[in-house]
C-alpha cells in the first residue's frame, strides 16, 4: 500500500490555511472528484475519498492538532504501534485523553491541575418567599429567617484555635499540590495532584478551633430584611448580591435569590399590569341601569352601568391596576358584569315577568330578534 500523501497537500493548501480557505478547497475537489460526475473512474474515487480523509481531519480543530504534532499517527490509533498491547485499545477523543488513562492527567512537558486552588465564590442560596396579591402590587417590607454558613467568629476563619495558627505544609510547601515526574517512551510527564496530607489547602491545622472544628464555617439561622419591589409578578426573583456563603481564599461571598409566589386572590386576577374582576349584577340593575360598588386594589369606587347592558360587557377604570415595575405609572382594571339569572322565583314574581314578556315581547330583545331573524334568512 502506498504511503499516505500530507493532508495539506491533498487540498492543496498551506498550514496555516483557514476554516474558509479549507472548505473552499475541499469543495473544489468534490466537484471535480465526485463518483457522479466521474462514473466507474477508480482514479477519481480514490482522490475523492483522499479528499474527503484530509477535509474530515483537518477540519476538526482537535483532530487537526493532533495532525500537527504527529501526523497521520495523530489521527490512526494503529499508527502509535497499534495491535495488542497498543494504544488501540483506548478512546483517542484527544491526545490529552491518553494521558488522563495513564497518568491521572497530564501534558507534555507541563502539569495540570485538578483542583481550584485561587479564590472561590461562596455557594449561592435560593429562598422561596409567598407574598399577598396586594404585595405583590404594592412592595413590601419583610423580615426572613435564612440558614447559610458563616464564618467563624471564635478563629476568624482560620480554622485554627485561638491564640496557634495554621503552619505551612512541608510535604507541597504550601502549594497545595506535589508533582510527579515519570519517564515512558514519549519523554518525562509531570503529574499533578491534589496533596493527601493537607488535602489541597497548603496549610497544616495542628490544634483546630473547637467553635468550627477547624472547617472555619460555621451554619447560622441569619434574620434579614427585604424590600419587596411594587410590581413584582409570581415567579419572579429578586437577587441580593453578597447574601450567600462566605467565599474560599479570599473569594467573594454567593448570593441570595429569592423567588416570589403570589397567593391567589378572591376577586381579582393579573393579566401583565392589569387587574380583571368580575362583578355580578342583577337583570333589574342591566335592563335600567345602575351605580354599582367596584373593588379596587385601593378600596370599593363608585361606577355606573348604562342601562340595557349586557351579560360579558367589559368597562375600564383607568390606573387602578398593577404599578409597574420599573417606571412610573399603573396599569388598568377592567370589570366584566355579568348578569345573575334568580334560579328561584315565587309566583308572584313568575307572574310579573310573564306580564313584562307579553308586554315587551321580542322588540325589546334586540338580539334574540336578530338572531331569529339571521335563521329565519338561513332556513329560507
Known amino acids: 500500500m502506498s504511503e499516505k500523501r500530507d493532508y495539506y497537500e491533498v487540498l492543496g493548501v498551506q498550514k496555516n490555511a483557514t476554516d474558509a480557505d479549507l472548505k473552499k478547497a475541499y469543495r473544489?475537489?468534490?466537484?471535480?472528484y465526485h463518483p457522479d460526475v466521474n462514473p466507474g473512474n477508480k482514479e477519481a474515487e480514490?482522490?475523492?475519498k483522499e479528499a474527503n480523509e484530509a477535509y474530515e481531519v483537518l477540519s476538526n480543530p482537535e483532530k487537526r492538532s493532533r495532525y500537527d504534532q504527529f501526523g497521520h499517527a495523530g489521527t490512526d490509533p494503529n499508527g502509535f504501534g497499534g495491535g495488542a498491547g497498543g494504544f488501540s485499545d483506548f478512546d483517542f477523543g484527544g491526545i490529552g485523553d491518553i494521558f488522563e488513562t495513564f497518568f491521572g492527567g497530564s501534558g507534555f512537558g507541563g502539569s495540570r491541575s485538578r483542583t481550584r486552588r485561587g479564590p472561590q465564590k461562596g455557594a449561592d442560596i435560593?429562598?422561596?418567599m409567598e407574598i399577598s396579591f396586594e404585595e405583590a402590587a404594592f412592595g413590601i417590607e419583610r423580615e426572613i429567617n435564612i440558614s447559610r454558613m458563616e464564618v467563624c467568629s471564635k478563629c476568624t476563619g482560620t480554622g485554627a484555635k485561638p491564640g496557634?495558627?495554621?503552619?505551612?505544609?512541608?510535604?507541597c510547601n504550601g502549594t497545595g499540590q506535589v508533582q510527579i515526574k515519570q519517564n515512558t517512551?514519549?519523554?518525562q510527564f509531570i503529574n499533578s495532584k491534589t496533596c493527601d496530607v493537607c488535602k489541597g489547602e497548603g496549610k497544616i491545622i495542628t490544634d483546630p478551633c473547637p467553635a468550627c472544628n477547624g472547617k472555619g464555617k460555621l451554619r447560622n439561622s441569619v434574620k434579614l430584611k427585604i424590600n419587596v419591589p411594587a410590581g413584582i409578578d409570581d415567579g419572579q426573583t429578586i437577587s441580593l448580591r453578597?447574601?450567600?456563603d462566605p467565599g474560599s481564599k479570599g473569594g467573594p461571598n454567593g448570593d441570595l435569590f429569592l423567588n416570589i409566589r403570589v397567593k391567589p386572590h378572591p376577586l381579582f386576577k393579573r393579566q401583565g399590569n392589569d387587574v380583571i374582576c368580575e362583578v355580578p349584577i342583577t337583570f333589574t340593575q342591566a335592563a335600567?341601569?345602575?351605580?354599582?360598588?367596584?373593588?379596587?386594589?385601593?378600596?370599593?369606587?363608585k361606577y355606573t352601568v348604562p342601562e340595557g347592558t349586557q351579560t360579558g360587557s367589559v368597562f375600564r377604570l383607568k390606573s387602578k391596576g398593577i404599578p409597574f415595575l420599573r417606571g412610573n405609572g399603573r396599569g388598568d382594571q377592567y370589570v366584566k358584569v355579568n348578569i345573575d339569572v334568580p334560579k328561584k322565583l315565587n309566583e308572584k314574581q313568575k307572574a310579573i315577568l310573564r306580564e313584562f314578556a307579553e308586554l315587551g315581547g321580542d322588540e325589546v330583545h334586540e338580539q334574540r330578534k336578530g338572531f331569529?331573524?339571521?335563521m329565519k334568512d338561513a332556513f329560507k
Open 28 to 32: 473544489n475537489l468534490a466537484k471535480q
Open 46 to 48: 480514490a482522490k475523492f
Open 126 to 128: 435560593k429562598y422561596a
Open 164 to 171: 496557634t495558627h495554621a503552619s505551612t505544609c512541608q510535604h
Open 185 to 187: 517512551p514519549f519523554g
Open 242 to 244: 453578597g447574601e450567600g
Open 288 to 301: 335600567l341601569g345602575a351605580e354599582l360598588e367596584v373593588p379596587t386594589l385601593d378600596g370599593k369606587v
Open 372 to 374: 331569529f331573524d339571521k
